[in-house]
């Protein structure tokens, strides 16, 4: 059994379809894996494998579904207390596309409540462990998804990403993360945070998986998604050994708070690039410096909206105590978590009168900014790469006290966000024994370039982070 999550997904798959593995039993080998953890990574697991058609093109590899996913007759709390009990009547498109490919869920993954956080310590259902270290955090918000994915609990897992919560928990878990391009994945189903930002994509062990998961996620438009896009073409898997002609910008590598073993290890894996024979050269990203300040006041500001809908009357939690009014009062107060309530708050003052334009319309301003800036520098470049965390897995406890450096996490992750641009995270080493991930951001719908590019590198660099053994 140990021979078999060694096992990439794609593998995995080509061992069903060839005859030599069956679909139940790789089903079984995660199911029962999952069900017995001790990271907090998992909030539901599965009962039973699901028949899936022997002609399905992902032949019954699991995956694992982030919280914030409705999945019918499944819980699906988005990690709140405020949703408890929460089974919904429908699938989001983006699973009901995974299982109808034949990846059917495994299970339902912890992270923080409502997608609210860089490290899953706000999750209403306990903290997830990174299985690097178990004193350190997961990154957040898919930090379940990630430390599953990390530590051979799933074959791969998708998750949320709105200013980064795909990638940076990817790369301080040493597994890839994929933020695909706003609009190219559905939200119909996905438990909304920041409607402008949130998108779905892939947690994987290797790019392939990557392109694989992927490839079924996007396709045909949503009718029940005003904002999805059909994707143009299909997702190519990667087969690029070779960066020849390929330029990279490099933006952030010297910025303050950028640790020493993050920046060597993204140089070595510049290096890497170049022996490839990419181009390297570093580039200017006016205003994306400013993509922190301004994601921290839409984000919560599209929060406050979405949230208003969770007050006790409709579904949820309800906590009753005199007239109506203060039913609303308790039910959110007894449900929702200090994170959540904060960016509630936040929000909602930068929507309120006398403040809507000098908070939420500039920022949406800086935002269209940023939007002009990876325009121009995509004439001159063909990708922008970054660190993806400016740090590596930091202890449990230690930043919840000061959210201005919890959300510092996200300071490169954030823009390409802002911009609604495709963007990858690969490990790129280690530092101090823990993972380092590089990101690669392109224009929108670039995902199959980005893909070839992040294989290639992915080849030279070799990273061998294994957490299962």
């Known amino acids: ?4 999550l060694e096992l990439s997904a794609a593998a995995a798959a080509e061992r069903v379809r060839a005859g030599e593995l069956s679909a139940r039993e790789l089903f079984e080998l995660y199911r029962e894996r999952a069900a017995n953890e001790d990271l907090g990574a998992f909030l539901w697991v599965a009962d039973e494998a699901p028949e899936v058609p022997a002609d399905a093109p992902l032949c019954g590899v699991p995956v694992a579904v982030k919280d914030l996913f409705c999945v019918e007759g499944v819980p699906s709390t988005a990690a709140s207390r405020i949703l408890e009990g929460y089974r919904p009547p429908y699938t989001a498109t983006a699973v009901e596309r995974l299982i109808e490919a034949g990846a059917p869920v495994l299970g339902k993954t912890n992270m923080d409540e409502f997608a609210m956080g860089s490290s899953n310590e706000n999750s209403g259902y306990g903290v997830v462990l990174n299985p690097w270290d178990r004193e350190r955090v997961p990154g957040g918000s898919s930090g379940g998804s990630a430390a599953a994915v990390a530590a051979g609990l799933a074959p791969w897992a998708i998750g949320t990403d709105t ?3 795909i990638r940076q928990p990817a790369a301080l878990c040493g597994i890839v993360g994929l933020k695909p391009t706003y609009g190219a994945v559905s939200r119909y189903g996905m ?6 930002l949130d998108q779905c994509g892939p947690l994987t062990r290797d790019v392939t998986d990557a392109a694989l998961l992927l490839r079924h996620l996007v396709g045909r438009r949503d009718p029940c998604d005003s904002t999805h896009l059909e994707f143009p073409g299909e997702v190519s898997l990667p087969g690029a050994e070779s960066l020849t002609g390929l330029r990279f910008g490099v933006w952030g590598l010297e910025e303050e708070g950028v640790e020493p073993g ?3 290890a993204c140089r070595a894996a510049l290096a890497r690039i170049e022996e490839l024979g990419g181009a390297v050269e570093e580039i200017e990203l ?3 410096e400013h993509g922190l300040s301004a994601y921290y006041v839409i984000a919560p500001a599209e929060a406050s909206a979405n949230l208003a809908r969770y007050d006790g009357v409709r579904y949820g939690a309800r906590s009753l105590d005199g007239d109506l009014t203060s039913m609303y009062e308790r039910t959110r107060a007894e449900g929702f978590g200090a994170e959540v309530k904060r960016r509630i708050m936040i929000g909602t003052y930068a929507l309120s009168s006398g403040y809507y ?10 935002r269209t900014k940023i939007v002009e800036s990876f325009r121009a520098a995509f004439e001159k470049v063909d990708f922008v790469v970054t660190p993806t965390s400016p740090t590596v897995a930091f202890k449990l406890g230690e930043r919840t006290a000061n959210p201005l450096a919890m959300y510092l996490s996200d300071y490169f992750t954030v823009p390409m966000s802002l911009a609604g641009i495709p963007a990858i995270s690969i490990p790129a080493g280690l530092s101090d024994g823990l993972p380092v991930g590089l990101q690669i951001a392109g224009p929108p719908f670039s995902e199959s370039r980005i893909l070839d590019a992040a294989h290639a590198l992915e080849q030279a660099i070799g990273f061998e982070g294994r ?3």
């Open 286 to 288: 006016p205003y994306a």
């Open 467 to 469: 957490r299962w053994r």
């Open 191 to 196: 438990i909304a945070f920041a409607s402008s």
């Open 357 to 366: 334009e000098a908070y939420y319309g500039r920022a949406q301003k800086v």
């Open 163 to 165: 200013g980064g919560s």
């Open 262 to 264: 993050v920046a060597a």
């Open 1 to 4: 059994m140990s021979e078999l």
